[in-house]
Nanobody, 125 residues
């Protein structure tokens, strides 16, 4: 069973940085595409960034140039480095395994995705 656990969320001031981690277990992460999603209060969950098994990455326009997704297959861990954070980045961030890492985030979701419980990121002064 694919299991993922997020960590690293918290409170940060606008313009600050934060790194999220996604620890995996129960599968060989190197063989799967992974992604970060987020859900802000009152909004639907949206894809933020994905990375396939060959480390090809995709970002939504709102985070391009500010966020960096990466993976360490030896550790079975995925990361999201978030810089220049804005109040509109406030959301619960979710790690997902076994996504379809395509150019359009609307196509990332499939019935076989494994989701984490989420970690809260709050950007506020």
């Amino acid at each position: 069973q694919l299991q993922v656990v997020e960590s690293g969320g918290g409170l940060v001031q606008p313009g600050g940085s934060m790194r999220l981690s996604c620890a995996t277990s129960g599968f060989t992460m190197a063989n799967y595409a992974m992604a970060w999603f987020r859900q802000a209060p009152g909004k639907e969950r949206e894809g933020v960034s994905c990375i396939n098994s060959r480390a090809r990455t995709v970002y939504v326009d709102s985070v391009k140039g500010r966020f960096t997704i990466s993976r360490d297959n030896a550790k079975g861990t995925m990361y999201l480095q978030m810089n220049s954070l804005r109040p509109e980045d406030t959301a619960v961030y979710y790690c997902a395994a076994n996504v379809e890492c395509m150019e359009n985030p609307l196509y990332w979701v499939n019935p076989d995705i494994s989701w984490g419980q989420g970690t809260q990121v709050t950007v506020s002064s």
